[in-house]
DNA sequence: TATTGTTATACTCTATAACTATA
DNA sequence: TATAGTTATAGAGTATAACAATA
């Protein structure tokens, strides 16, 4: 390795991210999805969530979800109903769920690819890696 | 977990890298340095790198090269060398090896604050998944 | 013929401020 | 008083195309 950065793990779990996400994007691409509509699809399939709730579960902003759904609307894979006078739900369509079943099919492929890139010995010891990591963050 | 996403390791991944630039960008604030200025530095360090070079080692493109170096030397902490008739040689100035010594001592720190959050059982088996990951990424 | 440095440009992602209306 | 949805906007970060000059 002549990169010095290399044996940063802040550095290689910046690459790594990188690198997954443009892998991400390629493979969802078929579905004429991003890879943040494909997680709006599958935390909205919870049902009755708010785009304020959405966007507190993925850590988007309120103002920046707004374009998203609009998006998504668009494409009739979402609908806005009112829970009250001034909240929404967002409510996938059957086009939207027939989608989110094309996403999960896509990403559970990639998340097995992906782990299956990663040695036996260090396999099981990723995932609580980054949620360690992740939820360090939040303090 | 309320999020659906969270044992997902594409996710997971995301969320992490995500978190760790972000207190790192906070931790390196003081010194007037983005995190993309102070890996510029790390690698310009080795000498006799030109801009091009330095671009295929952070993975960055010659064309947004230009803006960040024109930074770096503005802050009067790299200049550019004539090696032949059309290539540069970035290299530190006095201010700028001053600056990666103190850019060190707090990515030295926050690498190790980083992997004093993983649990013991798995902080061994982060930095070679992560390797794994992002090497399998280059194919 | 390939590469370097550069300019210009566009697109995505994200952050902030502000406003209206409702809980 | 806090929250939801929205609009507008600004700043990063990144990608592409093109060009002149040199290896």
Known sequence: ??????????????????????????????LALRIIDASLLMVADAGSMTSSDIGRVLDIQRANM?????????????????????SMAIILTPAGRARLAEVRAITGQFEEDLMARIPDAH??????????????ADD
Chains 1, 2 share one sequence.
């Open 1 to 30: 390795m002549t990169d010095p950065l290399a044996r940063l793990p802040g550095y290689a779990l910046r690459r790594a991210a990188s690198a997954m996400m443009a892998e991400l994007t390629e493979r969802l691409a078929p």
């Open 66 to 86: 707004v374009p998203l759904l609009n998006r998504l609307e668009a494409a009739g894979l979402i609908t806005r109903q009112p829970l009250d006078r001034k």
């Open 123 to 136: 396999r099981a010891h990723f995932l609580p890696a980054l949620q360690a990591l992740w939820s360090a």
